[in-house]
């Protein structure tokens, strides 16, 4: 089966991917190449998460002709002075026995580090080859227009924590104002979206899960998701969310989940940027 795209800004990505977070060594080669077989083709992995020699491995497993699959990293905030980004890149790609990334994100911005020498490395890292495109993550409506604005290269996604639990429509709007992508990461709230009684009576009338259908209300939202699982069953299950449809009144009821705590990664020891 081939997975829907989401285009933005001249990119066209795998509306699903395998979140690599957390997942290490032996299970996270099985992972990526498990992921590969049932038909995933997008590999989100980052610096910090210390597997990206383990998801080269896992591509190469698979024997997947490189054009075919789309791997996404990202930069640690303490690497995004100029020069460390590049160094970082590189040795990213190293690990991954790549010339190139796809995706090349800032992990988080930082603010001890002038965004435009930052942004300015990136793009650079773009010309250069090192990335097809590059994009951003964690970033608020007010740190993605700046970025916009400074720019020379055209920026395809903000990776941010998305699931029916937060309400991320400013941020959502912001993006598709600049052609930006959203990509919804811990899309199942590490787990806690399967035990939603909302989106499991849901799921009975469409013959899916509750995760299923929290992940398939990000699709119809637009967002291109990223969910983990170390098991192959958790990787079927989450990859089968494109053969039915919420309906619209289905949406609503989901939407109406969102509450101000609904946020489950944990920004206190995120730059202020206020
Ligand atoms: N940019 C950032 O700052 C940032 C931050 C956080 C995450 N991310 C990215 O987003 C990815 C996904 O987010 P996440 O890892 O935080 O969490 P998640 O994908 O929301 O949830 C993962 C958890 O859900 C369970 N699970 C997955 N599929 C399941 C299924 N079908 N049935 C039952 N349980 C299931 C997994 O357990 P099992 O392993 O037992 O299936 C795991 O405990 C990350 O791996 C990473 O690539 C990015």
Redesign the pocket.
């Known amino acids: 089966m081939t997975t829907p795209f989401v285009e933005a800004n001249g990119a066209r990505i795998p509306a699903i ?7 290490r060594e032996r299970t996270c080669v099985r992972m990526v190449e498990q992921a590969l077989r049932l038909g995933y083709r997008m590999i ?3 610096e910090m ?1 210390g597997n990206e020699r383990e998801v080269g491995e896992g591509l190469r497993a698979f024997g997947i002709p490189r054009a075919r699959v789309f791997v ?1 990293t ?1 930069v640690w905030p303490d690497h995004l002075a100029p020069r460390e980004l590049e160094r970082a890149t590189k040795e990213s790609l190293a690990k991954l026995k790549l010339s190139e990334v796809d995706l090349l ?1 800032i ?2 911005p930082n603010p001890r580090i002038p965004l435009a020498d930052t942004i300015g490395a990136l793009c650079r890292m773009k010309r250069e080859g090192f990335a097809r495109h590059i994009g951003v ?2 970033f608020t409506v007010d740190l993605i227009a700046e970025a916009v604005k400074l720019s020379t290269e055209p920026l395809v996604t903000d ?3 998305w ?1 029916p639990f937060i309400d991320q429509t400013k941020v959502v709007e912001a993006c598709r104002s600049s052609g930006l992508s959203v ?12 035990s939603d009684e909302t989106l499991r009576r849901i799921g009975v009338r469409h013959g899916k ?1 509750a ?2 259908v929290g992940l398939r209300y990000l699709i119809q939202r637009g967002a291109i998701v ?6 192959p ?6 990859f089968a969310i494109f053969d039915f449809e919420l309906t619209p009144a289905e949406m609503t009821e989901i939407a109406r989940l969102a509450h101000p705590r609904g946020r ?2 944990d920004w206190s020891g995120a730059p202020d940027w206020d």
């Open positions: 991917g395998l979140g690599t977070w957390d997942l989100d992995t980052a998460y996404t990202k994100l992990h988080w993550s964690n990776q941010i924590e699931h990509t919804a990461y811990s899309p199942l709230a590490r787990g806690r979206v399967l899960t995760g299923q990223i969910p983990r699982s170390s098991r069953e958790g990787l079927a299950a989450n489950i990664v």
